[in-house]
């Protein structure tokens, strides 16, 4: 990995049960490290969604240097946020992660 490829600024997050004031319980994210990333090509695929016909789906591919980050985190860069649908740490020395933009 080329550590000048590291060249946007990103904050992991981590997903966490807070309670709410019903007495149950809700998701919040809460950030646990704010590392260099590479934002990869993005991944343009279709998704069959039943009755509804074909969606398109684009995933975006982010390279950290080695770190803890696992499936159901999410990513912010800027304004931008990302859930974490995979982790690949088969590479020595970096964690690629497969992305989805979150739509708000």
């Not at 309670?19 to 809460?30: I, K, L, N, S």
């Not at 590479?91 to 992305?99: A, D, F, H, K, S």
Request: proline content about 3%; hydrophobic content about 35%; charged content about 30%.
């Amino acid at each position: 990995m080329k550590v000048s490829r590291l060249r946007h600024r990103v904050a992991l997050l981590k997903p966490i049960r807070a309670p709410d004031e019903y007495g149950g319980a809700r998701v919040v994210y809460e950030e646990v490290a704010s590392v260099w990333s590479d934002f990869l090509r993005p991944n343009f695929g279709h998704q069959n969604l039943q009755g509804d016909g074909d969606v398109l789906v684009i995933s975006q591919g982010i390279r950290l240097r080695k770190t803890t980050v696992e499936r159901g985190w999410r990513v912010q860069q800027g304004d931008r946020l990302f859930d974490v649908l995979d982790v690949d740490e088969s590479v020595t020395g970096e964690t690629i992660l497969t992305t989805q933009e979150v739509e708000r």
